[in-house]
Nanobody
């Protein structure tokens, strides 16, 4: 089963926090790259963050560096994206993505698996 199950989006005020998660039961997390893309209305899709390899190497978009932290629980086969100090420009659909073949950063190729997406809205 190669489905990705996402949760943890929602509505938050500027400066608030959210922690989306992505369960990947069909994968062994140290052997893949897992992370998030996001897409806002009228904007191009953006790779947000990624974690890969046995050592858990991480990668972040410049726009979220210092505010977002990606982590994973290998036993639970779940990745997490701790999003702090959220801004209105972080509003987007966040998609969990797994690349079984390449390490971070994530690239949208034919072999990538996508979650169903979760809406994150930052608004007062």
């Amino acid at each position: 089963q190669l489905q990705l199950v996402e949760s943890g989006g929602g509505l938050v005020q500027p400066g608030g926090s959210l922690r989306p998660s992505c369960a990947a039961p069909g994968f062994t997390l140290p052997s893949i790259a897992i992370g998030w893309f996001r897409q806002a209305p009228g904007k191009e899709r953006e790779a947000v963050s990624c974690i890969s390899g046995p050592a858990g190497s991480t990668n972040y978009a410049q726009s979220v560096r210092g505010r977002f932290t990606i982590s994973r629980d290998d036993a639970k086969k779940t990745a997490y994206l701790q999003m702090n100090n959220l801004k209105p420009e972080d509003t987007a659909i966040y998609y969990c993505v797994v690349d079984p073949f390449l390490s971070c950063p994530l690239v949208d190729t034919d072999g990538v698996h996508w979650g169903q997406g979760t809406q994150v809205t930052v608004s007062s």
